[in-house]
């Protein structure tokens, strides 16, 4: 036996032991080290993704963990070998897969939301979506890849280049992992964020953070580029002030790169948009090479994971670890799954 934990719905989860599951062909078993607890969760949590959450539910997705058995077929992994799962599985027939665009098929399982995610003991998931780990890259720090490949395909669809200025809007937890990301290509990065205690994390991190609505920003950022603007502005605040911000604040021929996932439809200056021939780019999830890049970035350290990981909670205790983020004065919470003993 083994143990889970399965939200029921109405904010409410229970852990519980269940039985592993074999690996089937092409499948491997792992046992799961640590899983983060991302924005995505907490909609879960709120009701806001009943419509793709099956109850009862084993959810997550930002994980590491080290393989535990192997399903006939699979090669090239071993027992022990630690690894993450980037969980997405794509049908390969829609006419965004046959486009090449695999990570936004029409037809996505997102494991983990659609399908069974990683708060538990023993997970089983298809070889095809594990991704390698240096044998050094401590399981903790691991568990910040798949939200750290979040922010590098952000930034790669941005064409953020060295000597470029970036703003962030938003500094949660994926806007401080972009402004880490753009930082590692030698961009200059400003950070907006109206929370004190947010600022306080992003400053912590060596950011240059301001807050929006005690400076003047526009000025700030005509200052620091010579009167041109940002080249990039990403919004991952989610709110239509952020939205004007960041049009406001862009160059000509900036990039607009919009992150949050807004509730509602939001305004936009689209004169600014044709003055200045703004261009707007939408983000979602990534691809294998922004997985790769994660790895890489997190194991060099480019990623500060000791100082975004704000506190690890025992898979029994998983209540208090959403109750802890929806608090507010955490960054990242991990649930200790127990696969790292």
Known sequence: MTSAAFYLGDRTFAVRDADPVPPGHGEVRIDVAYTGICGTDLHILHGAMDHRVRTPAVIGHEMSGRIAALGSGVSGFNVGDPVTVMPLEWCGRCPACRAGHTHICHRLNFIGIDSTGSMQRSWTVPARTLVPL???????????????????????????????????????????????????????????????????VAKRLGLSVVDPTADDVAALIQDTTNGAGAQVAFEVSGSAAGVRTATDLLAVRGRLVVVAIHPAAREVDLHRVFWRELEMIGVRVYQRDDYEEAVRLVHRGAIPADALISRVVPLNDVTEAFRALEDGGDVKVLLDCGGDA
Do not use: N
């Open 134 to 200: 240096p044998p050094d890259l401590p399981l903790r720090h691991a568990a910040l890849i798949e939200p750290t490949a979040v922010a590098v395909h952000d930034v790669r669809r941005s064409r953020l280049t060295a000597g470029e200025h970036a703003v962030v809007i938003g500094a949660g937890p994926v806007g401080l992992l972009i402004a880490k990301v753009a930082e590692s290509t030698g961009a200059a990065v400003t950070v907006l964020e109206i929370d004190p205690h947010r600022r306080s």
